[in-house]
């Protein structure tokens, strides 16, 4: 992704979210929620399932996760056992990954936002940002950039794969709103969370090719 693909994205992404966090989100929502609802268990298990294997991932040995030391060792034997440049993209890999769910959950501590089932519930008033009670964790998604932080990088890296790299954490997005559990904007903001971090990490794999993308 050159520099100017990535303003362009984050051009339509920003005002995008902050328009359907205003107005849009809620009736979406709620048509999701009355039209849609028979694919919820599909999307149930197929989330619990991704979850066992990422939790599994995420044991600690040696004092840090799996899928880290094995991105990590990774990274060390290509670039520097074989001199292989292209094993950068398991450091870009790691550092997104950890840097997107992070940043995830740094900022539903912050936004406070409530989540679909409130409102399909009890309902609420306004926006539902910066709200006190449970359940109040919505934005933005930590599911979606999970999972999308571990095959965007890949995506980038392997073009020609991009569509079978994309179709689980594709899957996991929307299932986040067929089970009423986030907000379509809670949903791209996070996929641009992973698409920005994807793309300042990816500086270290082309720090010369910088200006050739503006």
Not at 108 to 133: D, I, M, N, Q, S
Not at 148 to 163: D, E, N
């Given at each position: 992704?050159?520099?100017?693909?990535f303003?362009?994205?984050?051009?339509l992404?920003l005002p995008?979210?902050?328009?359907?966090i205003?107005?849009?989100?809620q009736?979406l929502?709620?048509?999701?929620?009355?039209?849609?609802g028979?694919?919820?268990?599909?999307?149930?298990?197929?989330t619990?399932?991704?979850?066992k294997?990422?939790d599994?991932?995420?044991?600690h040995?040696?004092?840090?996760?799996?899928?880290?030391?094995?991105?990590g060792?990774?990274?060390?034997?290509?670039?520097?056992?074989?001199k292989?440049?292209?094993?950068?993209?398991?450091?870009?890999?790691?550092?997104?990954?950890?840097?997107?769910?992070?940043?995830?959950?740094?900022?539903?501590?912050?936004?406070?936002?409530?989540?679909?089932?409130?409102?399909?519930?009890?309902?609420?008033?306004?926006?539902?940002?910066w709200?006190?009670?449970?359940?109040?964790?919505s934005?933005?998604s930590?599911?979606?950039?999970?999972?999308?932080?571990?095959?965007?990088p890949?995506?980038?890296?392997?073009?020609?794969?991009?569509?079978?790299?994309?179709?689980?954490p594709?899957?996991?997005?929307?299932?986040?709103?067929?089970?009423?559990?986030?907000?379509?904007?809670?949903?791209?903001?996070s996929?641009?969370?992973?698409?920005?971090?994807?793309?300042?990490?990816g500086?270290?794999?082309?720090?010369?090719?910088?200006?050739?993308?503006?």
């Amino acid at each position: 992704m050159t520099l100017r693909q990535f303003l362009a994205f984050t051009a339509l992404t920003l005002p995008a979210c902050a328009l359907l966090i205003a107005f849009g989100d809620q009736p979406l929502a709620r048509f999701i929620h009355g039209h849609f609802g028979g694919a919820a268990p599909f999307f149930a298990a197929l989330t619990a399932t991704a979850d066992k294997i990422h939790d599994a991932l995420m044991m600690h040995v040696v004092g840090m996760p799996i899928i880290f030391l094995a991105l990590g060792l990774a990274f060390a034997v290509g670039r520097y056992a074989f001199k292989k440049k292209e094993a950068t993209i398991f450091l870009i890999l790691l550092l997104t990954h950890e840097f997107s769910m992070v940043l995830a959950n740094v900022l539903k501590g912050t936004v406070h936002r409530l989540r679909p089932e409130v409102l399909f519930g009890t309902g609420y008033a306004g926006t539902g940002l910066w709200a006190t009670g449970p359940h109040n964790d919505s934005f933005p998604s930590t599911h979606t950039a999970t999972y999308f932080s571990l095959f965007w990088p890949l995506a980038v890296a392997f073009p020609k794969y991009r569509g079978p790299l994309l179709v689980l954490p594709g899957l996991i997005a929307l299932g986040r709103l067929v089970l009423g559990a986030h907000y379509l904007s809670d949903v791209w903001f996070s996929i641009w969370l992973v698409v920005a971090l994807t793309f300042l990490f990816g500086l270290l794999d082309r720090p010369r090719q910088v200006a050739a993308g503006l």
